[in-house]
């Protein structure tokens, strides 16, 4: 299995970035995906998660009505749309597939398959 995350980078404050993730050698139409990010000397936490059957999302609240996340099975790809960046959001984000389901999972022990991570940072 692999998992690659692209579309980082360095963008200033107010500004927009597309994170892209895509998956190889699992079912990734039956998988719950997530979006995790970790800032230096935190814990990585998730922020965004999607269903594989009703398409239902989650946000944390730091990110909730900033950032949209979607997926396109047929191309085996999870997307964040991240708009109004600030420098708290700088971070390496981590795209993830989890063993269950979004609502039962909300850390880290719920994820099966981890990517890289592609690094965002916001400077003001």
């Known amino acids: 299995v692999q998992v690659v995350e692209s579309g980082g980078g360095l963008v200033q404050a107010g500004g927009s970035l597309r994170l892209s993730c895509t998956a190889s050698g699992l079912t990734f139409s039956s998988y719950d995906m997530a979006w995790f990010r970790q800032a230096p000397g935190k814990e990585r936490e998730r922020i965004s998660c999607?269903?594989?059957?009703?398409?239902?999302?989650y946000y944390a609240d730091s990110v909730k009505g900033r950032f949209a996340i979607s997926r396109d099975n047929a191309k085996k790809s999870l997307y964040l749309q991240m708009t109004g960046l600030r420098p708290e959001d700088t971070a390496i984000y981590y795209c993830?597939?989890?063993?269950?389901?979004?609502?039962?999972?909300?850390?880290?022990?719920?994820?099966?398959?981890w990517g890289q991570g592609t690094q965002v940072t916001v400077s003001t």
């Open positions: 999607i269903g594989w059957i009703d398409n239902r999302t």
């Open positions: 993830a597939a989890l063993y269950s389901r979004c609502a039962l999972y909300s850390g880290q022990n719920g994820v099966q398959y």
